[in-house]
């Protein structure tokens, strides 16, 4: 079976290091990553754990202290992300790789997905003239992105 159909390393998939990210060997299109931090995923979770803590900050049956966890997984979360997802291109820019396994491994490219490089801010993991960002963009829709799939479009009148 190929990389992309199944995990690598006899179904174990690869050693990784602690980054403070979250695990996630399958992409959203289901294929098997290549390293198993995925940074779109561990953007979105650190977005969400940030937002669903203030909710969990009103409940009075929430277990004490779950807000708090919440917050302090998002916290570890985006400094993983800082310290082992942002990588240098080929271009000698900062931009984020779309999976690192905290070694030093990196797989720089985006997912037609959601989550997804270029949905972050829509996520809300940040603005969109973030620095890191606006250079991941560039770098996604580039021609230095051995990925990229540039496909023309025409709609015509029936009538021409």
Not at 20 to 32: I, K, L, N, Y
Not at 39 to 48: E, G, H, T
Request: hydrophobic share 40%; net charge negative; aromatic share 8%.
């Amino acid at each position: 079976m190929t990389s992309f159909g199944t995990l690598g390393n006899n179904g174990m998939s690869y050693p990784v290091n602690e980054t403070g990210m979250v695990r996630a060997p399958f992409r959203p299109s289901d294929d098997a990553a290549i390293y198993d931090f995925q940074l779109p995923a561990n953007m979105m979770l650190s977005r969400y754990l940030e937002a669903t803590a203030v909710i969990v900050d009103k409940l009075a049956a929430a277990p004490p202290d779950l807000a708090r966890q919440m917050r302090d997984m998002a916290t570890e979360i985006r400094a993983g992300i800082e310290q082992f997802g942002v990588v240098t291109a080929p271009n000698g820019q900062r931009i984020f790789a779309y999976e690192v396994d905290g070694f030093g491994g990196q797989n720089i490219m985006d997912d037609a997905n959601i989550p997804s490089l270029l949905s972050a801010p829509m996520l809300g993991y940040l603005e969109a003239n973030d620095t890191v960002y606006q250079n991941t963009r560039r770098f996604v829709l580039s021609r230095s992105n051995p990925w990229l799939q540039v496909v023309s479009v025409k709609l015509q009148n029936p009538r021409k």
